[in-house]
């Protein structure tokens, strides 16, 4: 099939090689002219575990290529829109002009048979509202919405041999046009036995943010689980692993640390309770409250827990904090609790040091005010204490007879529980944990 792939992001520009790679031709259209030029001649313009060396593969059939001028959609049989919707500035709500402004542009370019397909999260009611939009300007073209579940860092998999398909179509029908037409585009995962569910565009457009929050609801549950641990010497990991091997709750997400980030999560627990006051159903919804304060009082208990383990004061302590990126195996630190955290530090008198493998760049451009090492040894070196803050490998792996031969003095504070503790201890570290003892 034709398709085009309007934003070309974290989300769009996996989707469109992963496409190419499906044996589409596919055109990635984006108004960033730079990452444009980059996907063009085939560099990822993020670090995302093998997109680089799909771009090199699709590019090569020739089924891939990347413009910023939105004129090439015209001729593609599907029009997929993967642009941005940030949360709002000083609202809790989604900024939609993005998509908008995205689903705009292209109207010029349907044609009778086309298919728009949304996959950007969006504010429930917003695929009924760009329906209306595409039909008065092409009443034969159609409009679908299918959300998007991929996980940064495993991005590329997650895309070609998803868990499910949710199609979202007027009044959910099986038999709506739509329908076969995604199957076309899906085909190979289909043909693999990837689920697919058919919904009206309400319940495909909830089930993002019903998957959102129940993550995030997870997330801060085994977090404020911590914090009873923290109050009572228990060990929230033990915890979760006990309650985790119940097969009705699961082991998975009931990791405690220093809570939740990125460009999904908490912009999306926020546009979903924005959305529902505007339906008058924000009562549902005020736990989600609750999930975000949770998640947001983790932040500050992780600074209150580096002074401690500082002796009571930041003041002049030299912190290097090891990961800046909101989880491992990417460069994103949009909300990364990491970065916000070492801003804290910094604020409260800390000389803070920061270090990652892929996020440097995207952190020094947020918080220019912090020190960046990409060397983690020199990152380590003279340190008062080590905040690990993001579990890439290499700090997991970390050793703690050689850290130690780096820093001034052995206190390490493991904000996402993966060090062992009795090792690290053995080795002469004062370490603290979450919600552990
Ligand atoms: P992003 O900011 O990385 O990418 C958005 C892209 O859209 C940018 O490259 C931007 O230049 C482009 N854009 C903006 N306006 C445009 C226009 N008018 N025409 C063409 N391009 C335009 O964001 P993202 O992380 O890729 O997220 C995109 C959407 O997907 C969001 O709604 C997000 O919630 C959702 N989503 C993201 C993920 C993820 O892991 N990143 C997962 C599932 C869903």
Known sequence: MRISVIGCGYLGAVHAACMAKLGHDVVGI?????KIADLAAGHAPFFEPGLENLLLEVQETGRLTFTSDMSRAHGSDVHFICVGTPQ??????????????????????????????????????????????????????????????????????????PDRFVYGVPGGSEDHAAVAVLDEVYATPLGMGTQRLVAD????????????????????????????CEATGADVTVLADAIGLDDRIGR?????GIGFGGGCLPKDIRAFMARAGELGADQALTFLREVD???????????????????????????????????PDSDDVRDSPALSIAAQLQLQGAVVTVSDPQSLGNAARRFPELNYVANTAEALNNADAVLLLTEWKEYRDLDPFETGTLV??????????????????????????????
């Open 30 to 34: 984006d108004v960033d002219e730079n």
């Open 88 to 161: 709002k500035k000083g609202e809790n709500a989604a900024d939609m002009t993005y998509v908008d402004a995205a689903t705009q542009a292209l109207l010029p370019y349907l044609h009778s048979g086309d298919l728009v397909v949304g996959k950007s999260t969006v504010p429930v009611g917003t695929a009924a509202r760009l329906a209306e939009m595409v039909q008065a300007h092409e009443p034969g073209a159609h409009l679908a919405w299918n959300p998007e579940f991929l996980r940064e860092g495993h991005a590329v998999k997650d895309t070609l041999t």
């Open 201 to 228: 565009y309400a319940t495909a457009e909830l089930v993002k943010a019903a998957a959102n929050s129940f993550l995030a609801t997870k997330i801060s549950f085994i977090n404020a689980m911590a914090e009873v």
């Open 252 to 256: 998975k997400f009931l990791n405690a």
């Open 293 to 327: 304060a949770i998640n947001m009082r983790r932040r500050s208990r992780t600074v209150e827990l580096a002074r401690d383990l500082c002796g009571g004061t930041l003041m002049g302590q030299r912190i290097t904090v090891l990961g800046a990126a909101f989880k």
């Open 408 to 437: 001034k003095q052995m206190r390490i504070l493991d904000g996402r529980n993966v060090l062992d503790l009795q090792k690290w201890r053995a080795a002469g570290w004062s370490i603290r944990g979450i919600g552990r003892p």
